[in-house]
């Protein structure tokens, strides 16, 4: 199955997916070198009008900027697009299964919450998933196992604690190795490793996508 990675940043999502066999290709208005697939640099909301382009692929993936949506929105000095309405109307015209991930506070429609601690990170990071067919099972979140959980936003500071959500307190990673053990990652640098969806979040999502779109196919088929 051919999986579409737009916004695709440097890979967080993509590797996921391809845990569970998805063959991935990702997309960025940036210039990503460290993303670990195919790739290619161009506009994802131009690559959603192509047909040619999209063409040959199961599912789309999209992930559109996220720092208009988030609780420290105000303290951005510049203005960052709204594109998650305009994604979704693309997505839907491309015809195919997708899933549209955001921040907590992102106008999803329907979405489910993911949290690091479902999966034995480090981390939280509370995420959103919009998804145009139904997970069968959402782990709640399990924030009783992480009592110190470790704040990867930014891209350092020092390693004191801070007052956090949801109880427990947030500390910052000692260093880049520490930040990405965490975050289930080991390629990216700080910059990165700030803005990205730890893969344990769509390795869960993609294995009841891949067993949606196979069901799908052989029902297909048997018709």
């Not at 066999?21 to 994802?44: C, I, K, L, S």
């Not at 921040?103 to 145009?132: I, K, Y």
Request: overall charge neutral; some cysteine.
């Amino acid at each position: 199955m051919r999986l579409l990675d737009l916004f695709c940043g440097a890979g967080g999502a993509a590797t996921g997916y391809r845990r569970v066999g998805f063959d991935v290709t990702g997309v960025d208005v940036a210039a990503q070198p460290r993303y670990p697939f195919g790739f290619h640099r161009a506009d994802a909301l131009d690559v959603l009008a192509d047909p040619t382009f999209l063409a040959g692929f199961d599912v789309i993936h999209a992930s559109p900027p996220c720092q208009d949506y988030s609780v420290t929105a105000s303290l951005h000095t510049s203005g960052h697009p709204r594109l998650i309405e305009p994604t979704r109307a693309r997505l839907l015209s491309a015809g195919v299964p997708y899933v549209m991930e955001n921040v907590v506070g992102a106008p999803l429609f329907n979405p489910v919450r993911l949290c690091g601690s479902s999966f034995g990170l480090g981390v939280r990071r509370h995420r959103l998933f919009e998804l145009s067919w139904p997970l069968l099972f959402v782990p709640p979140c399990a924030h009783y196992l992480q009592p110190e959980p470790i704040d990867v936003t930014g891209t350092g500071g020092p390693a004191g604690r801070l007052p956090g959500q949801g109880g427990g307190i947030h500390r910052k990673p000692r260093n880049l190795t520490h930040a990405r053990a965490v975050m289930g990652i080991d390629w990216m640098n700080r910059r990165e490793l700030s803005q990205a969806i730890p893969p344990a979040y769509t390795e869960f999502i993609g294995t009841q996508l891949l067993d949606h779109l196979t069901t799908t196919s052989a029902a297909e088929a048997a018709a």
